[in-house]
């Protein structure tokens, strides 16, 4: 244990009490045993020094000029800053009238005065215990509610992961059957592929490129837009244009970029006349036969 730790206090205590020789004697008792105590005398400062800085526990006086201990208790419990600060009565009157007025107004303990020391002790000790374990269950159900929502959360996200893994499953299932592509009819087939894509990913455009037959540009065999429930073809990429992106598709088995234009595989494909679509992601999964890129 360092220094430091050696001399913190056990808890910071606020002690209200308009008799000087009241404040001192619990001011003393409780230094002793490793409290920080502030004192004050009237209701009216307990209040302001307890907004300005509160306090883990008050040691209240019921009978004060001005402003009695059941009206500071009262407007401490009123303001969210001092709320839930324990309030310990302190009074000379024993009657359960007094008793009851005081647990009524906020107060969690009374303390008759004369006081023993003992006493005090241990009624501090008690509502500071209970303080501390009453801020660790607060802790511990806050923890618990997050883990709840965080476990409602993930079986949201795998019933949701569930449902796009069996639409996928259904989506591939009609695509091997599909008639077109069955027999050979690769124009259609292509159109079924990219429509099933764009709706299966719930992305805007998909699109299929194959190189010319002297390797010297990329065209675009079809371009699906669902929200247009378009397609386009005839789109060409002068390889020479796009060297970077094409170093990038030849070496990649995938090419998965968030932000287009600032990304250097794809930033080239910015001078390209056919973006002017405001594209800001892209997923581009080249297409290989016996080992080529096609």
Request: glycine letters at 4%.
């Amino acid at each position: 244990m360092n220094s430091t730790q050696r001399f913190l206090p056990l808890a910071d205590l606020l002690v209200v009490d308009d008799t000087p020789n009241n404040l001192r004697l619990l001011s003393t008792m409780l230094n002793e045993q490793g409290y920080k105590v502030r004192k004050v005398m009237n209701g009216a400062l307990a209040i302001r020094v307890a907004l300005q800085a509160p306090p883990d526990l008050i040691l209240l006086d019921i009978d004060m000029p001005q402003m009695n201990g059941y009206e500071v208790c009262k407007q401490l419990k009123a303001n969210s800053k001092t709320s839930e600060i324990p309030v310990i009565f302190l009074s000379a009157l024993d009657d359960a009238s007094d008793k009851v007025k005081a647990f009524a107004v906020g107060g969690v303990d009374y303390i008759t005065k004369p006081f023993q020391v003992s006493e005090v002790l241990a009624r501090v000790e008690n509502q500071l215990r209970i303080k501390t374990l009453s801020q660790q269950l607060y802790q511990q159900n806050a923890q618990l509610q997050q883990e709840i929502k965080e476990r409602q959360q993930a079986e949201v996200a795998l019933i949701e992961s569930a449902i796009k893994l069996r639409k996928q499953n259904q989506i591939l299932m009609e695509i091997a059957r599909n008639t077109a592509l069955n027999q050979g009819n690769l124009k259609i087939a292509l159109k079924e592929i990219t429509e099933a894509t764009a709706h299966n990913l719930e992305v805007e455009r998909v699109s299929i490129w194959l190189f010319d037959s002297t390797t010297t540009k990329l065209q675009c065999i079809d371009l699906f837009e669902p929200n247009l429930n378009q397609h386009t073809r005839g789109i060409e990429l002068p390889i020479s244009e796009y060297p970077v992106y094409l170093k990038a598709l030849l070496e990649n088995q995938a090419i998965v970029v968030e932000k287009t234009l600032t990304d250097l595989r794809t930033g080239e494909l910015a001078k390209a006349d056919w973006l002017p679509l405001n594209i800001s992601s892209i997923i581009d999964e080249p297409i290989r036969l016996g080992g080529e890129t096609v």
